[in-house]
């Protein structure tokens, strides 16, 4: 009885909400499939991998410049209106694609696409706290969310290696675009808990930018922001060359490059199932560290004489590593912005996140074509470690939500004296701690 009362799929609002996740996870997934198909037919094992990269970190420069600035335009707007419009804007562009032949066609219509994605992921994951109010519910979304992310690697691999039997590879953007409408369709089934009151208040820049500076401000994001980066060093080497090492070392790119994939989710599933309990007794930021030092281990794992289970049990490793850093961070901005401020702070963690992706999918690219595909995992499994090792500096180990401070600058019966009462003529008092108007910096705070 009580793991149905915290179960998150007992609200159907969320129901709702993790069927059209799962729909637009799907259509990604058999586009990315789709576009790393139609890398190798362009390039060959030879320049696959490069190509590869270039499309991702186009992908990565529309998410990075964009995402901010789709949050501010989009404040004050009906938030299912507007993510409903951008599902059908992702699944009309994506037709075209089935008779793109060149890089350049790729890249120009990739780019419009995620540009699109970097105003929707941001304003759904926002969505989702709002929906579960109970962080213990939430957490368990969260992983929810993971597995669903784990469907570009399972699910989606698979059905493509389905529909490959039925119509060539170009046409598989079509059936990418098939999906988005389950996605519309349920965002319309969705109620959405009411929004919040009309955050367009100030310059436009100044809105854009205030995640930004929330993130740049608080320790334990920075610190996240550096785990994040972490992993995309090395998972980069996993997203972008296996399809080139299906090719070159499986022998055929089309048959093993998808079973290879969804191997890697059926990792990524089983991290995150395991993670709630993994964070009840270590916390979020011991979790997404053994993640982080777990994918480079088993990047060394790759100079093995590895056959085809080999190969697969590898991937399993990935993905699993992988889940435990990217599954808490949710909860991590969550507890680190009040609930008007978390679309501004999910848009910011996108944005930068992404930001760590641009660097990392070219490099794995280069990487492999000018020192060989292990040679690369190797070198950026080391840098996974050496970021990690940042981290764990920059984000204390102590890091309780609730902090101790003073507001001198308030005069007495100032409403947020009165919803937090304080003591002294200094109005010392403690409460769960953000950054906002009231709290401008983490100076002059300890933890409770």
């Not at 310059?203 to 740049?216: E, M, Q, V, W």
């Amino acid at each position: 009885m009580k793991q149905i009362r915290i179960s998150p799929l007992a609200n159907p609002s969320f129901r709702t909400l993790f069927a059209a996740q799962v729909f637009s996870l799907l259509a990604i997934g058999l586009m990315t499939v789709a576009m790393s198909l139609a890398a190798y037919r362009i390039g060959g094992v030879v320049a696959a991998g490069q190509i590869m990269g270039f499309l991702l970190a186009v992908k990565m420069v529309a998410y990075v410049g964009v995402a901010p600035l789709a949050e501010a335009l989009f404040a004050g707007r009906r938030r299912k209106h507007v993510m409903i419009a951008l599902d059908l804007g992702r699944m009309l562009l994506l037709l075209p694609m089935a008779f793109a032949t060149q890089t350049w066609q790729f890249a120009g219509l990739a780019l419009v696409f995620f540009a699109v994605s970097s105003g929707f992921t941001p304003l759904f994951q926002s969505v989702i706290p709002d929906v579960l109010p109970d962080e213990k519910v939430y957490s368990r979304a969260l992983v929810w969310s993971r597995i669903a992310y784990t469907l570009e690697s399972v699910l989606s691999p698979i059905i493509a290696a389905l529909v490959l039997q039925l119509i060539t590879a170009e046409y598989l953007f079509w059936v990418a675009a098939m999906a988005f409408c389950g996605s519309i369709v349920s965002l319309l089934a969705t109620r959405f808990p009411s929004d919040k009151t009309d955050q367009r208040k100030g310059p436009f820049l100044r809105r854009a930018l205030k995640g930004l500076d929330i993130y740049r401000k608080t320790p334990r994001l920075r610190g996240l922001f550096l785990l994040n980066f972490a992993l995309s060093l090395s998972m980069a080497w996993v997203l972008v060359n296996s399809v080139v090492l299906a090719g070159a070392r499986l022998g055929d790119a089309e048959e093993h490059y998808p079973i290879l994939m969804a191997f890697y989710g059926l990792g990524a599933a089983l991290g995150a199932v395991v993670v709630p309990r993994l964070i009840e007794r270590l916390d979020e930021r011991r979790t997404m560290l053994a993640g982080a030092l777990m994918h480079a281990l088993a990047g060394l794992g790759i100079v093995l004489p590895l056959g085809y289970a080999g190969y697969m049990t590898l991937w399993v490793g990935f993905g699993l590593a992988a889940s435990l850093v990217l599954t808490p961070g949710g909860l991590v901005l969550a507890r680190s912005a009040g609930a008007a401020d978390r679309p501004a702070v999910f848009a910011a963690q996108f944005s930068l996140s992404h930001a760590g992706w641009l660097v990392a999918y070219p490099l794995a690219g280069q990487l492999a074509a000018l020192a060989g595909l292990e040679q690369a995992l190797l070198i950026l499994s080391g840098l996974t470690v050496a970021t990690a090792a940042v981290a764990v500096r920059v984000w204390p180990a102590t890091d309780p939500v609730e902090r101790e401070h003073e507001h001198p600058e308030l005069p007495e019966g100032h409403p947020h004296l009165r919803e937090e009462p304080a003591r002294g003529p200094r109005h010392r008092h403690a409460h769960a701690f953000h950054i906002d108007d009231l709290h401008p910096d983490w100076t002059g705070t300890r933890p409770v």
